[in-house]
């Protein structure tokens, strides 16, 4: 079983890769922000839960995510593996996921993390801001704010899994199929 956690800055092409590894590795995608808006939209207790945080603009609690992500691995008994992408996001969160998967007798195979430039991400994002009309996507202020809170906040899990020798950085600038064939020169070898 294979058990990836997707990770780079906004921009770097986390959505496009996570795609890519499930068509070829047939893994299940877990988005923390899809399996939020589901059970919000679905308006089960943990959605409701979830909803209640995120509407006073404060962040769901680590155990109710956990919650959210157990159900999402539970109903997939049959699967080869899964992708988590936006999770974790915190080394608080990367234990409690630990710990849930030694539960499952799973494990987090490793981090994948695309590395771009700060000036390509800010580049793409504009772009992507131009071609879907997301407002957090046309400002340039408002990106290099989101990319820092990134590395501020959430690259320190390079460290958490680097202890494990679970890190692996890959170039993420190229074609599509190039950042594809390097993540799979990585996943082929664990």
Known sequence: MINIVLFGPPGAGKGTQAENLILK???VHISTGEVFRKNIKEET?????????????????????????KEVVDNKPNAKGFIFDGFPRTTPQAVALDKFLKEKTMSVSAML????????LVERLLNRGKESGRADDADESIIRNRIKEYYEKTAILKNFYSAQNKYFGVEGVGSVEEISERLYKVIDTL
């Open 25 to 27: 590795y047939d893994l």
């Open 45 to 69: 207790e943990l959605g409701l839960l979830a909803k209640s945080y995120m509407d006073k603009g404060g962040l769901v609690p680590d155990e109710v995510t956990i919650k959210l992500l």
């Open 113 to 120: 993390a695309l590395e771009v430039e700060d000036d390509v």
